[in-house]
């Protein structure tokens, strides 16, 4: 137990530093920025040359536009959900020796 509640501590001292924490805020608004514009671009821009091979304008567009909302807001609830489970992880009280021996006596 010892050993990872070091390795939370040193993960802890990291993250506090002002370049770590413009580092993530960095990382993040990229992610977010090519999970939203990726799916954009590729399934619109594949609407749009499927469109103009088989004369259905604007269907298959919009159908490629549709696509690109639920792959981008799949995308984004997955690295909320990552991210909040790191925030719980990292917030979440540490046990003090004291409380868990008290919750070993309780357990023998």
């Known amino acids: ?22 580092e993530l805020a ?26 103009n091979y088989f004369q259905t304008k604007p269907y298959l ?5 549709i696509i690109a909302f639920i792959v981008t807001n799949i995308l984004i609830l997955k690295r909320i959900n990552k991210l909040t489970n790191k925030f719980k992880e990292y917030n979440a009280p540490q046990k003090s020796d004291k409380d868990k021996e008290e919750t070993n006596n309780k357990q023998a």
């Not at 010892?2 to 413009?22: A, C, F, G, Q």
């Not at 977010?32 to 619109?44: K, Y």
């Open 1 to 22: 137990m010892d050993e990872k509640e070091n390795k939370i501590d040193e993960s802890k001292k990291r993250i506090l530093k002002l370049s770590n924490v413009k």
């Open 26 to 51: 960095v990382g993040i608004f990229y992610y977010n920025a090519l999970s939203i514009l990726g799916p954009i671009l590729l399934f619109v821009g594949l609407g749009l040359l499927l469109d």
């Open 61 to 65: 567009t919009i159908g490629g536009l």
